[in-house]
């Protein structure tokens, strides 16, 4: 525990933008978001790593790469949110009413952040067209041990491009979560979708979020493989973590945490463990939980902060 904490106040987050490469070639613009809650600098890292590779090969790029810090107070000060979760108020007329409210009107830090972040997104996604659209794709990480994951619509452009990955599917979330930042950018016409890479500030979080972005830069056309002499190493990486893992799932249930539930989820469950339904897997105040449904279980919750106790999804086409 002592290492995180030195962790946690090693790394600067005061910059915003992680890094902003535009190509020579016209393509998608990219746009990586990391630590939107501030207990999950994982990708942080990996955008910088990626970064640095893309500026000291001198690869050019089709379209750019744009690097964005979301939640900068939350990850100052270690926790996932301050006032609000930031994932939860990408709603187009709460985000209108954002932008036309003077910074220091504004009454919670998630929100000014989210204007912060606007003010680089919104010129962005106003030049995208359909030829060259905006490909959002936020970088999380959870409470539970292993595992990595993509949160994707069922939008034709999310899975021909996101089947390139060698990544776990997940469909149908968005019925179970609203206000997220992938939703939003998706309604505007463009990709958006979340990474899920690990556990927070784990080692294989942050080479998960490597590996998955390189290949997301290969398979979006932004780079050339053959531009990026050790790619193998990242896409066998990649597949070697993913391997035994469902290719999609469909959400097909969410514990909904309220407030003095006191909610503690069973220990040692990971991500994709399969449960039946009747199984016992977390207790509240008014006693067991029991899975109201069989499948796997995804993002189980052993943290503080956070409404969502678990996901139950099931294996789909
Ligand atoms: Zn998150």
Not at 44 to 53: F, G, N, R, S
Request: aromatic share 10%.
């Amino acid at each position: 525990m002592e290492k995180l904490e030195e962790k946690k106040q090693l790394i600067d987050y005061s910059d915003r933008i992680i890094g902003d490469i535009q190509g020579d070639y016209p393509g998608p613009t990219i746009i990586a978001m990391a630590g939107i809650h501030g207990n999950e600098p994982s990708g942080i890292e990996a955008t910088k790593h990626i970064l640095k590779k893309i500026k000291d090969n001198k690869t050019s790029l089709h379209g750019r790469f744009l690097g964005l810090i979301g939640n900068i107070q939350a990850l100052q000060e270690g926790k996932r949110f301050i006032d609000e979760d930031m994932n939860r108020i990408w709603f187009t007329s709460i985000l209108d009413k954002i932008r036309r409210t003077p910074i220091a009107e504004i009454l919670t830090a998630e929100r000014r952040e989210t204007k912060k972040v606007l003010e680089i997104v919104d010129p962005i996604l106003e030049s995208a067209g359909n030829e060259n659209p905006v490909i959002f794709l936020d970088m999380h990480t959870f409470s539970a041990e292993d595992g990595l994951f993509v949160i994707s619509t069922r939008d034709e452009r999310n899975i021909t491009l996101l089947a390139q990955l060698s990544v776990p599917l997940i469909f149908g979330i968005e019925k179970a979560l609203h206000g997220t930042a992938l939703k939003y950018f998706q309604n505007t016409g463009n990709i958006g979708f979340a990474f899920e890479t690990g556990q927070h500030f784990s080692a294989s979080a942050r080479k998960n979020a490597t590996a998955g972005l390189m290949c997301l830069l290969v398979a979006s056309g932004v780079i050339s493989a053959s531009d990026i002499d050790d790619f193998p190493r990242y896409y066998d990486y990649l597949n070697a973590q993913t391997e035994a893992l469902p290719h999609k799932v469909e959400f097909l249930y969410k514990h909904i945490i309220e407030p003095g539930d006191e909610f503690e989820m069973r220990p040692g469950f990971k991500n994709f463990d399969k449960v039946k339904k009747g199984q016992w897997l977390a207790t509240d105040r008014h006693g067991k939980i029991l899975a109201q449904r069989s499948g796997f279980v995804l993002m189980p919750l052993y943290q503080d902060q956070g409404e969502d106790g678990f996901f139950i999804v099931e294996e789909c086409d």
